[in-house]
């Protein structure tokens, strides 16, 4: 199995432009999580879905931050406009049952290491 | 509300000894699950061990051991025989039954080990 695919690995980018993140799961997963790492925040959630639904969004920093799933095997993280403290490393996750199951782990992408200047 | 605490910012040991990191955490849910995760400095986060809050025993990984005490509501994982190539961050998590299946993370704690 390829794992958790994320792309770019490495985005640099200037103030105000828009951002896509991408994220492809590993296949037959059912939920999929967006979270961010700071040296200040450490590991943040900003939203997951479960069967390409949004389950919680309370992370999400603000408006200028959207994640979509349109599908199983695709999920993207845009930031408009882009501004310098979004600097971070953005990781995908997946997993592969019901959100009632606590034992099953998450599966981590590479992560994107975001740079805004 | 979950909360997740590592209170050890970063941790030496001697190689070939053994370490014990530190991790309380909080929850009201009655059934939880919690993790252990190590991030070398390449950045990929790495699943080490599980432990179930109804597990009767310790969750054991070769190496690593998950210290759990329930009644104090931690979850130490405890690393044998450390090797060179243990130094990373480690990142406790937890996950409740209620919480719809997300995972939350403690700040970490840096390892150093020392040949």
């Known amino acids: 199995d390829a794992g958790v695919i994320q792309s770019p690995r490495h985005e640099v980018t200037e103030m105000g432009q828009e951002v896509t993140l991408r994220c492809k799961p590993i296949?037959?997963?059912?939920?999929l999580f967006w979270y961010r790492q700071t040296m200040m925040r450490g590991l943040e959630l900003l939203i997951y879905f479960n069967n390409n639904v949004p389950i919680d969004d309370s992370g999400m920093p603000e408006d200028r931050f959207s994640a979509k799933m349109p599908n199983a095997s695709f999920s993207t993280l845009k930031i408009q406009p882009s501004e310098p403290r979004d600097s971070a490393v953005y990781f995908c996750?997946?997993?592969?049952?019901?959100?009632?199951?606590?034992?099953?782990?998450?599966?981590f992408g590479s992560g994107t290491q975001l740079s805004v200047l | 509300a979950q909360k997740i605490t590592q209170t050890q910012p970063g941790m030496f040991v001697q190689e070939k000894e053994a370490v014990t990191l530190d991790c309380t955490y909080d929850t009201s849910d009655p059934s939880y699950g919690l993790f252990w995760y190590k991030q070398p400095s390449s950045g990929e986060m790495i699943f080490l061990i599980y432990q179930g809050s109804y597990d009767q025993q310790n969750a054991t990984e070769g190496r690593y051991s998950l210290n759990f005490q329930k009644a104090r509501k931690s979850a130490n994982l405890v690393i044998s025989a450390s090797q060179l190539g243990d130094s990373a961050m480690y990142f406790c998590?937890?996950?409740?039954?209620?919480?719809?299946?997300?995972?939350?993370f403690g700040q970490g704690t840096e390892l150093s080990v020392k040949p």
């Open positions: 296949s037959g997963h059912n939920s």
């Open positions: 998590a937890m996950r409740g039954n209620n919480q719809g299946g997300k995972l939350i």
């Open positions: 996750a997946s997993r592969g049952t019901g959100p009632y199951s606590t034992n099953e782990k998450l599966f």
